[in-house]
């Protein structure tokens, strides 16, 4: 079955430490997103990638790092610097370029110590 | 400043009422709409994606229309089952900056 896959699902983190989730696509997309998710507010881009080895900020980037070395693959780094972390994090990837069908995977939940 | 408003913010109907969830825009220069749900918890559905050269789409008992005029899309949900409660976000991709604007959602209780 295409689709996206995050991991881990949950992630617990102390303060001062990294953590890096993954997204994983299946679809043969080019672009491929990060969002952030907290209660009550809307989503909030942090990265996204339009082609391989090419990444572009969004909204709310700093304490956030990502690449693009492969075309499945976009993973999400957030850093210590990230002031307040613990959030729902979103992978996206879109069919048909950066004007295309925007498709999800299930999400990642961090939650910092 | 390009936004995309939600109303209501909250709806709860009975089971098996028709109902319409609005989503409004300030620019009516884009590329396409795109409506999802989100399950608590959960990652984002995509429900529909109206290109900017049409008018509506359909699937199944969802009936998605778009007025760029009006700066308007409304999502109808037909004969509401308890299984259709959950978040409706919409979002807009607009042609000066490609990325998508996005609304708060609607949360949606559907009362068996």
């Known amino acids: 079955d295409g689709g996206i896959t995050q991991s881990p699902k949950y992630l617990f983190r102390k303060e001062g430490q990294n953590v890096t989730l993954s997204c994983e696509q299946n679809l043969n997309h080019d672009a491929m997103y990060w969002y952030r998710q907290d209660p009550g507010q809307g989503l909030r881009l942090i990265y996204y990638s339009q082609i391989v080895n090419d990444f572009q900020k969004g909204d709310i980037a700093e304490g956030y790092s990502v690449s693009r070395e492969k075309k499945e693959s976009f993973p999400l780094t957030v850093t210590s610097a990230q002031k307040n972390p613990t959030a729902f994090y979103l992978c996206a990837s879109a069919s048909g370029g950066n004007t295309g069908e925007l498709f999800f995977g299930e999400g990642s939940r961090l939650t910092v110590l | 400043k390009q936004e995309v408003t939600q109303i209501p913010a909250a709806l709860s109907v009975p089971e098996g009422e028709n109902l319409v969830l609005n989503c409004s825009f300030t620019?009516?220069?884009?590329?396409?709409l795109q409506w999802f749900r989100q399950d608590p918890g959960k990652g984002l559905t995509s429900l529909l994606l109206i290109q900017s050269s049409q008018r509506e789409q359909t699937s199944g008992r969802l009936n998605a229309s778009l007025d760029k005029s009006s700066g308007r899309s409304t999502l109808y949900i037909a004969a509401s089952q308890p299984g259709d409660s959950a978040t409706y976000l919409c979002a807009v991709r607009y042609v000066s900056n490609y990325q998508l604007i996005w609304g708060a959602g609607t949360k949606l209780i559907i009362k068996p």
């Open positions: 620019d009516s220069a884009i590329y396409n």
